[in-house]
């Protein structure tokens, strides 16, 4: 039976989602400057600063996000972090608004919608976008507010909504391709599950030319340029496909939290048995589906994490059903079980400890790590730099192995008299070479993972070694500064084989 006219959402419950969403958000910007920038937001500063449709290894959203968020709140030359992860905040304050309106769209009351804002808010990988500013960080809000769409299609069968989800998917293609797993699940699981009658007709065909019409620009400069995209997925994968097929599983239990688990099961549970949400049951599928994707290609298991939340969502209702049913101390039992697995989350993902036991949560999430000691490279770099003769500096340059170093210069170089820094590292390689005029001294900042880069150039010496101040090991802890008195080989016959896409 068709109960798709019978099913209509409950009111919205505003003012408990905003208050959760408002919480989270000035937490995150509370404590956005405990530490220091991510290696890649100081990419995207620097990327930010180069517009263009597309770079190698992503569209242009997320460095444009970048530069209006360090325009509208701060963030020029030697400033901290906050500027720029005022915007991952209310992002974040919009992904629990988002889990809230599924749970709202797949029936849930009051109870339910705030369950969901909650569970939203103590996910660590909700908590992890919503401090750094990273494509993952736009791509959930993306897949969540396209998985709204869809399920009011679903609930309607109004087909003008395709042509919202086809301008909602065209956006999060401006920022990454990962949506296409969702649209590679989600097409299928319609097929298998239904209601097939929405794929009929000319709607999904404009909903598609719209998802293209947008994304159009991007798509276009990345043929142009051969496509690099695929070649820094392809490198990814093959570095680390191994072990994200091996942590595709327990990743998904972390990422959300323990705690969630009962709920996102019971969600699945609804979304394959309960009459009334018949229409909503290729949710059921996308999931496992994009897990199976995921497996495939050995992305990132946390590409699977915003079908995850849907499943969470659809739980919200009969666990808050449930809870309510059982009385107060059940409630109150589920709500400290939570505040718990909350505060290990927090942990986790924030920078709440002291810098020097980052490493305590480091095997898990590794980009609390890599926030530490950028300045410190810089200053380091800076110390090189003095040892080179004042009326060679004219000539010499500047070059750093990976976007992260070359970020840390660009930013923090400046007040400490160092000049802009060339890389061949992702979309740097394109704002480079340097001139061949520049045939001076070398200042060398690499690694210790890239010794290799040395064989460029000629009679290199360490004049300085990065000492993060933390004795905390990450990929810059005690990398060398060397100047060598130049490169083996004019810089344009070089650059190609200084171009690194991984």
């Known amino acids: 039976m068709n109960t798709r006219g019978l099913f209509a959402p409950k009111p ?86 988002l889990v809230a309106l599924l749970a709202r769209e797949l029936g849930a009351g009051r109870a339910g919608q705030l369950l969901a804002a909650g569970a939203a808010a103590c996910s660590a990988f909700v908590l992890a976008v919503g401090h750094l500013l990273n494509t993952a960080t736009f791509d959930l809000c993306a897949w969540l507010l396209v998985c709204l769409l869809a399920l009011r299609l679903l609930r309607t069968g109004d087909g003008r909504w395709w042509l919202a989800v086809g301008a909602a998917t065209g956006v999060a293609l401006l920022n990454k ?30 909903g598609l030319a719209v998802a293209a019409a947008v994304a159009l620009p991007n798509l276009w400069w990345q043929a142009a340029h051969g496509w690099p995209e695929l070649t820094v997925a392809g490198g990814i994968s093959g570095q680390d496909g191994t072990e994200n097929r091996l942590l595709l599983v327990p990743m998904q239990f972390l990422y959300l939290s323990p705690v969630l688990v009962p709920v996102w099961l019971a969600g699945f549970r609804r ?58 101390r059940r409630i109150r039992s589920f709500a400290g079980a939570l505040a718990l697995g909350a505060a290990v989350n927090l942990v986790i993902t924030l920078p709440l400890l002291p810098a020097r036991l980052t490493p305590a949560v480091g095997w898990i999430n590794r980009e609390q790590v890599e926030q530490i000691g950028w300045p410190e490279l810089a200053a380091a770099a800076a110390a090189g730099w003095r040892t080179v003769p004042p009326e060679l500096r004219d000539r010499a340059v500047v070059f750093a192995v990976n976007y992260g170093e070359a970020g840390a210069l660009a930013h923090y170089g400046p007040p400490l008299g160092l000049p802009a820094p ?5 979309s740097l390689a394109d704002w480079g070479p340097p001139p061949d005029t520049l045939d001076g001294p070398v200042l060398l900042v690499h690694s210790e993972g890239f010794p290799d880069v040395e064989r460029y150039f000629t009679d290199c010496r360490q004049v300085a070694r990065v000492d993060n101040g933390h004795g905390v090991h990450n990929e810059e802890q005690h990398a060398p500064v060397l100047v060598c008195p130049g490169p083996h080989r004019p810089w344009s016959a070089l650059w190609p084989e200084l171009r690194r896409y991984y």
């Open 177 to 206: 391709d990962l949506v296409l797993l969702l649209a590679a699940a989600l097409v299928p699981a319609v097929l298998l599950a239904g209601p097939r009658g929405v794929l009929r007709g000319w709607w999904p065909v404009a």
């Open 271 to 328: 979304l394959r048995r309960d009459a009334e949400l018949a229409w909503a049951k290729p949710f059921a599928v996308v999931h496992p589906l994009v897990c199976l994707l995921v497996l495939a290609s050995g992305g990132k298991p946390y590409y699977a994490l915003p079908a995850l939340l849907v499943l969470t969502a659809a739980g919200c209702e009969p666990v808050a059903r449930r809870l309510t049913a059982a009385g107060p």
């Open 422 to 426: 060339y890389s061949g590292h992702m």
């Open 12 to 97: 919205f419950a505003r003012g408990p989602v905003a208050a959760v969403a408002a919480g989270v958000a000035t937490l995150q910007i509370v404590v956005a400057g405990r530490y220091g920038f991510h290696r890649d937001e100081l990419y995207f500063l620097i990327a930010g600063r180069h517009p263009a449709w597309g770079y190698v290894d992503q569209p242009p959203l997320t460095p444009l996000l970048g530069r209006v968020s360090t325009a509208l709140f701060g963030g020029g030359p030697g400033d901290g972090p906050v500027g720029l992860r005022v915007l991952p905040a209310l992002l974040c304050a919009a992904t629990v608004a």
